[in-house]
C-alpha cells in the first residue's frame, strides 16, 4: 500500500488516540476531529485503491490547457503529460521530455525500483513542475483534518459522469476545493500548491489505456541514456 496513504492512518489513529486522553476536551471538539479523520481517511483509501488499478483520466487546467494521468498494472507503468512535458516510467525505462519553442526532446534514463509503484516518481516529477497531484492534496487534507480552526465542509458532484466526494477547506486564511471520484481518481482541484495558484478539473476517465499513453511525442527528438559505456 502506498506510503503517504499509510501514513495519514496513522496520524489518523493519532488523532483519535489524543482525543481519548484528554478528558477536558469537549465533545463536539472531539466529534469535529474524528469527523475530519474519518473525511481523510476515506479520501485516503480511494486513492490507495486507484494506484492498484488501471486507468486513464484526462484533465482541463487553467488557461484551457490540459494534462493527462495514465496507469496499468500488467505491464506495470504510469506516465503524466501537461502542456510542456511529460514523465513515463515503466519497468525498461524512465522517460522525461519537455517541450520548447515547437520542439519536443526526451531523455530515456534507465529504470528505477519503484517498489511496484512507478506512480511515485511520476508525481515527483509532475510536482516539480506545479502540477496537481493525488499525494500533494491528501496532504492538504491531513494538515487541515489537524487544524482545529480549519474548515472542512462535504459536498456531492458528478465530474465526467463519475460521482465524486469533495470537500471545501478553510485554514489559515486559505482555501481550496478538493474532489475524489469513487473510483479513486482526482477529480478536481483548486487552490494554492508551493504558494502558486493550482486548478484542474476531470473531463475524462477510463478503465481501459492505449499504448501510446506510455510512448515518446511524435516527431520528439530522443536521447537514450540507457546504453552501457564502457
Known amino acids: 500500500m502506498p506510503a503517504a496513504s499509510t501514513t495519514l492512518r496513522v496520524l489518523a489513529t493519532s488523532v483519535i488516540a489524543s482525543l481519548s486522553v484528554t ?4 465533545i ?10 474519518d473525511l481523510v481517511n476515506d479520501l485516503a483509501s480511494r486513492m490507495d485503491r486507484s494506484l492498484e488499478q488501471t486507468w486513464a483520466a484526462d484533465y482541463q487546467l487553467a488557461g484551457g490547457r490540459s494534462a493527462a494521468i495514465a496507469q496499468t498494472t500488467e505491464p506495470l507503468q504510469s506516465s503524466y503529460t501537461w502542456p510542456d512535458g511529460k514523465i513515463t516510467v515503466t519497468q525498461q525505462a524512465v522517460t522525461r521530455c519537455a517541450t520548447a519553442a515547437g520542439r519536443t526532446s526526451c531523455t530515456v ?7 511496484g509503484k512507478p506512480s511515485v516518481i511520476v508525481y515527483a516529477e509532475a510536482r516539480k513542475h506545479g502540477l496537481v ?9 491531513t494538515d487541515a483534518a489537524f487544524d482545529p480552526e480549519a474548515v472542512i465542509e462535504q459536498s456531492d458532484t458528478t465530474l465526467a459522469g463519475h460521482h465524486a466526494t469533495c470537500v471545501d477547506v478553510t485554514r489559515s486564511g486559505e482555501r481550496f476545493t478538493a474532489c475524489v471520484t469513487t473510483e479513486g481518481v482526482l477529480g478536481s482541484f483548486t487552490g494554492t500548491l508551493d ?11 477510463t478503465d ?3 499504448p501510446t499513453s506510455f510512448a515518446v511525442p511524435a516527431g ?8 552501457a559505456t564502457s
Open 23 to 26: 478528558g477536558c476536551q469537549a
Open 28 to 37: 463536539d471538539d472531539a466529534g469535529a476531529a474524528l469527523g475530519r479523520a
Open 109 to 115: 534514463s534507465p529504470p528505477v525500483l519503484t517498489a
Open 133 to 141: 497531484t493525488p499525494p500533494a492534496v491528501i496532504r492538504l487534507l
Open 208 to 210: 481501459t489505456v492505449e
Open 195 to 205: 504558494g502558486k495558484p493550482a486548478e484542474l478539473t476531470l473531463s475524462r476517465y
Open 220 to 227: 520528439a527528438g530522443v536521447v537514450d541514456r540507457r546504453t
